[in-house]
């Protein structure tokens, strides 16, 4: 009888990756665009290598990574595909598809911290009030950007919010994040009642009436299907472009602004940590770079020697 080992060539490689794939979906318990973008980068990552990717050592591992870096992809993605590589010959590996782990001592690029784009509490207004609430549409519209600045949600957990996350009474909305993670995440005053008024008068409107359970979707489209994310980014852009803003606006725009306009007003690290879901507080340190850089220009500018 074939060992798995000796059957390995004899499993096709979709059949690998798509076990692969329910690996870290039920195991892992990974995100869908995680799992989604591991998999293209492995299916890249095969095709290059063709079957002998079963036999690859270290330096064949290093050698297309060094190839990827040379086709100009940033450190961002070529610290993506390593993580891919890492966790697919660890997988491997466990299964006994592999005798060695080639990848185990594959080493992540450096990355090159980018400090987040954010915007002023101004620019951020100017932003929302471009959408001016004159159809259902454009009112469901208005309160995504409040509710978004507001809360700091990714925009994926606000398109999978649904009626059974909103807890008004407790100013409280249940989110699910990277991974299925569920976290409470606050909100004020104004997008609650905002929100209110959406989901009473002119969700209706929008779903033509339609009966409501508690896992339907809160935000939906004219046609009653839940709201994706590409159009809540073009909601955005188009409002910032309308806006006249220079600078690229997107909905992790919003919580960008919604971590440093909390750090800037004295919030503690670990609060923020917490309202963003991050696993890692490094994560969050990222905002207080951001602050400290704002002070900075601040300094420059109204300091009579700082010239």
Do not use: W
């Not at 807890?167 to 699910?176: A, D, L, S």
């Not at 006249?244 to 440093?260: E, N």
């Amino acid at each position: 009888m074939k060992t798995k080992l000796e059957g390995f060539n004899n499993i096709p490689a979709h059949q690998l990756l798509e076990d692969f794939r329910l690996y870290l979906e039920i195991e892992r318990n990974l995100s869908f665009h995680t799992i989604k973008a591991y998999v293209s980068d492995l299916k890249n990552f095969i095709d290059r290598a063709g079957s002998d990717f079963c036999n690859f050592t270290y330096k064949n591992i290093r050698a297309y990574l060094m190839e990827m870096l040379n086709r100009n992809y940033s450190r961002t993605t070529v610290s993506r595909k390593i993580a891919a590589i890492k966790t697919f010959y660890r997988y491997l590996y466990r299964e006994k598809l592999v005798k060695i782990n080639p990848a185990v001592n594959v080493r992540t690029p450096k990355k090159v911290k980018n400090l987040p784009e954010f915007l002023t509490d101004s620019e951020a207004r100017i932003v929302i009030e471009q959408v001016e609430m004159k159809t259902s549409s454009s009112f469901r519209d208005r309160v995504i950007l409040e509710v978004l600045y507001a809360t700091g949600m990714r925009n994926s957990e606000l398109c999978g919010l649904n009626f059974e996350n909103i807890n008004f009474e407790e100013n409280e909305i249940k989110v699910h994040g990277k991974g299925g993670k569920e976290r409470i995440v606050l909100i004020n005053e104004r997008a609650k009642e905002f929100l209110r008024k959406y989901i009473q008068e002119v969700r209706p409107a929008l779903a033509n009436n339609t009966a409501l359970t508690l896992s339907s979707a809160v935000f939906i489209n004219s046609n009653n299907y839940r709201l994706q994310q590409r159009s809540i980014h073009r909601v955005i852009t188009g409002a910032a472009k309308k806006a006249g803003l220079a600078k690229k606006v997107s909905p992790h725009t919003f919580r960008h602004t919604f971590a440093t306009r909390l750090l800037e007003k004295g919030a503690d690290l670990r609060v923020v940590q917490e309202l963003l879901g991050h696993s890692s507080i490094s994560n969050t340190q990222i905002y207080t770079h951001v602050s400290l850089e704002r002070l900075r220009q601040t300094y420059l500018k109204a300091h009579p020697r700082s010239g």
